[in-house]
């Protein structure tokens, strides 16, 4: 069975780092894109940043830049995303994603969460 486990949220103080972790089982990982969204109260959820299946290439959304990191271990079957100087309206909840297209049907699992609260 599909499983997105995320681990390392919880609370941080501004400016401070977060690593979260999203540890896959039930599917090939090394096909599969993978990224991390974010939802905060009241808004959409949105996409934080994503990685190529062999992780030779990574985008991000504008609001991070700069600040966070994404990476895989392929051995490992696991995403990390790493979260520098963190902000208030960096507060969401952090999902991670598993994406593939084989022969035009798409494959996508989602992870249940982990809160990430920035607050002094």
């Known amino acids: 069975q599909v499983q997105l486990v995320e681990s390392g949220g919880g609370l941080v103080q501004p400016g401070g780092s977060l690593r979260l972790s999203c540890a896959a089982s039930?599917?090939?990982?090394?096909?599969?894109?993978m990224s991390w969204y974010r939802q905060a109260p009241g808004k959409e959820r949105e996409l934080v940043a994503r990685?190529?299946?062999?992780?030779?290439?990574?985008n991000y959304a504008d609001s991070v830049k700069g600040r966070f990191t994404i990476s895989r271990d392929n051995a490992k079957n696991t995403v990390y995303l790493q979260m520098n100087s963190l902000k208030p309206e960096d507060t969401a909840v952090y999902s991670c994603?598993?994406?593939?297209?084989?022969?035009?049907?798409?494959?996508?699992?989602w992870g249940q969460g982990t809160q990430v609260t920035v607050s002094s």
């Open positions: 994603n598993a994406l593939a297209v084989v022969f035009k049907t798409q494959y996508d699992y």
């Open positions: 039930g599917f090939t990982f090394s096909t599969y894109a």
């Open positions: 990685i190529t299946k062999a992780g030779d290439s990574t």
